[in-house]
């Protein structure tokens, strides 16, 4: 009965064909691969295509929904904030851990045998964000460099470089191209499930507090109908436990905008904290 409430509720206004944008947390390719249980299910429940779409980096995924080359995207909850103010996404849902929390947690990685086991063993070392619009990757850990520790990276360390990805960060520590990066433990299991590291390969130098779960969006310019269609179709999602599975989340939940307040709280401290070096 839902299911049928959703497939034709004011359709008929709807795009014949819905992109959904995703960053690149591990590699366009990859994560389009582990979106697609998502898209098929999206496509069965609201009756249109749907194509999965990723970039070379974050501020790609926002471009595209700014010049409307997608209607749907998987940010991260900093890109989020970007994205809404310069591409009209709304945020409709999060995703959940695997044990249900609405978040998740920025880390600070070393390799185990690196014999760098503090942030204050870590200095002096090359260390590695990922992307400008990451959270874990960049926003996070900045604030705690800046805001915390009150150094500046590029003079804390004896290098400071973008990866482009968290699984780029991940494989550059565990290969030693990379001694020290900020990634989450989201992406860090992620890659541990597949096999690619272990845990045993690294040591964790610090762990941040919550940070909201990643947001599911749409663009602001669609019809409501289709936007609680889609956050509908992501609630039925909860039940199919190999889709999850696949995609390595615990299940969507409702969310707004002002649940990444917090967010844009550290980009304000962060623009605030620059204004005063």
Not at 23 to 33: H, K, L
Request: proline residues 4%; aromatic residues 8%.
């Amino acid at each position: 009965m839902f299911a049928a409430t959703l497939l034709h509720a004011g359709q008929e206004a709807w795009p014949k064909k819905l992109r959904i944008g995703l960053i690149p947390t591990e590699g366009g390719a990859d994560i389009i691969e582990r979106f697609k249980p998502l898209i098929d299910h999206l496509e069965k429940v609201l009756g249109v295509e749907v194509e999965g779409k990723s970039a070379s980096d974050y501020a790609g995924i926002i471009t595209a929904m700014s010049h409307k080359h997608i209607e749907l995207a998987y940010f991260g909850p900093k890109s989020y904030t970007d994205a809404a103010n310069k591409a009209n996404a709304q945020a409709v849902a999060l995703e959940m851990g695997t044990e249900g929390e609405k978040g998740y947690y920025g880390v600070i990685i070393s390799r185990k045998d690196s014999g760098i086991r503090t942030l204050e063993q870590a200095r002096g070392h090359v260390f590695a964000f990922n992307d400008p619009n990451s959270t874990s990757g960049y926003l996070v850990p900045m604030v705690l460099f800046k805001r915390d520790l009150k150094v500046e990276p590029e003079k804390y360390f004896s290098h400071v470089k973008w990866s482009g990805s968290h699984g780029a960060s991940i494989l550059g520590v565990k290969h030693g191209t990379i001694e020290v990066a900020s990634t989450n433990d989201i992406d860090l299991r992620r890659m541990a499930e597949k096999g690619t590291v272990s845990f045993d390969d690294f040591n964790i130098l610090w762990t941040s507090e919550l940070i909201p779960g990643s947001p599911m969006c749409v663009r602001g310019d669609l019809p409501d109908s289709l936007k609680a269609a889609f956050c509908g179709a992501l609630m039925m999602f909860n039940s199919d436990k190999m889709g999850l599975q696949k995609l390595q989340i615990g299940g969507y939940a409702p969310c707004d905008d002002s649940t990444y307040d917090v967010i844009r709280y550290m980009k304000k401290l962060k623009a605030e904290m620059k204004k005063a070096e």
